[in-house]
């Protein structure tokens, strides 16, 4: 069972800003930096966001990643077709002698 | 081009083992820390195993400490991870990545991922 907790699902219509939530803990996202992943249908995840808001070169400055406290957000504005996924947060579990988790995952839809 | 490559994946009997491999090409395998994901049909991302460039550090997950053993040979460019003891729960497809480094530091964020192998335990 996952320590991180994200909404099952979140929706959107073309041109939209959708926010997906990331809710943790002080040993996890409290005290480390979150990263957030995408799940294209059938495809291994790539990662949107690394160092809870920077973009790895590639990822469109559509995605945008924040945190505060023990909870993180990512952001999709202009919200396209292809952004049709799963979403997935993670971060480093310090109360579990060396644990990287992943939250339940969010599947966002374009309407 | 930088890509990990899977194998070893299939079909395997409660209690039994296998080993799978994870072949990296593309870039340089020893400077980067690696790990093992896996996702269970229709479920979501489960983070199994890291290991250290090097290979002296090691985690595990709860689910598969004492079964799992996560390995790396940096001159053959590849990483393993046997598992014994599977269970029908392990059914899933398995993945390896690598971290990613950004100006020569180590972040935990999985920047290359193998296309994944599928494992499926069953009588």
């Known amino acids: 069972q996952s320590v991180l907790t994200q909404p099952p699902s979140a929706s959107g219509t073309p041109g939209q800003r959708v926010t997906i939530s990331c809710s943790g803990s002080s040993s996890n996202i409290g005290s480390n930096y979150v990263y957030w992943y995408q799940q294209l249908p059938g495809t291994a995840p790539k990662v949107l966001i690394y160092r809870s808001n920077q973009r790895p070169s590639g990822v469109p400055d559509r995605f945008s990643g924040s945190k505060s406290g023990t909870s993180a957000s990512l952001a999709i504005s202009g919200l396209r077709s292809e952004d049709e996924a799963d979403y997935y947060c993670?971060?480093?579990?310090?109360?579990?002698?060396?644990?990287?988790?992943f939250g339940t995952g969010t599947r966002v839809t374009v309407l | 081009q930088v890509q990990l490559v899977e194998s070893g994946g299939g079909l395997v009997k409660p209690g039994g083992s296998l080993r799978l491999s994870c072949a990296g090409s593309?870039?340089?395998?020893?400077?980067?820390?690696m790990n093992w994901i896996r996702q269970a049909p229709g479920k979501g991302l489960e983070w199994l195993s890291y290991?250290?460039?090097?290979?002296?550090?090691?985690y595990y997950a709860d689910s598969v400490k004492g079964r799992f053993t996560v390995s790396r040979d940096n001159a053959k460019k590849s990483l393993y991870l046997q598992m014994n003891s599977l269970r029908a729960e392990d059914t899933a497809v398995y993945y390896c990545?690598?971290?990613?480094?950004?100006?020569?530091?180590?972040?935990?964020?999985?920047?290359?991922w193998g296309q994944g192998t599928t494992v499926t335990v069953s009588s």
């Open positions: 290991i250290s460039t090097s290979g002296t550090v090691i």
């Open positions: 593309g870039f340089t395998f020893s400077d980067h820390h």
């Open positions: 993670a971060a480093w579990d310090d109360s579990l002698s060396g644990h990287y988790v």
């Open positions: 990545a690598r971290e990613m480094l950004v100006s020569g530091f180590s972040y935990h964020a999985m920047d290359v």
